[in-house]
């Protein structure tokens, strides 16, 4: 019985340690639009990048223009992490970029979408478009 523990213990441990330093993740786009972003995708008239270390983002909250396309690029300094933005089909992969758009003011929270270790649920962000 304790042979059986250890080896899941391992086990589960080696299948962290893969999602963390993985590249073959969410390589990022966006799926869909929601009901506050525009149908039609510009071309960016603006960048915003993100840079992702373990366990956070470099800022605690972003600013966008409403109207504005921005193109999102996520650049990961520390292992694999991803980007998404609740409540909408936004996603960007690992140093990626992803046209936005959102047609109207308002604040989005934003996760780390890669499982990357122990503080990954606390990997959050604010979205803030104005």
């Known amino acids: ?28 786009g966006n799926s869909g639009s929601a009901s506050n972003e525009s149908a039609e995708q510009a071309a960016p008239t603006s960048e915003l990048v993100i840079t992702a ?18 193109g999102l690029t996520l650049k990961s300094v520390d292992g694999v992490h991803g980007l998404q933005i609740l409540k909408t ?22 996760i780390c979408s890669v499982p990357c270790g ?3 649920r606390t990997m959050t962000a ?5």
Do not use: R
Request: charge should be negative.
């Open 89 to 110: 089909d936004y996603e960007v992969g690992n140093d990626k970029t992803v046209t936005v758009q959102f047609d109207k003011p308002g604040t989005y929270d934003v």
């Open 126 to 130: 604010k979205l803030v478009v104005e």
């Open 118 to 120: 122990p503080g990954h």
């Open 53 to 70: 270390k373990n366990w956070e983002f470099d800022q605690e909250e972003y600013k966008i223009k409403a109207g504005e396309a921005v």
């Open 1 to 28: 019985m304790k042979k059986w523990f250890i080896f899941a213990s391992v086990f589960a441990l080696v299948l962290i340690i893969a999602a963390c330093g993985s590249n073959s993740g969410n390589n990022g």
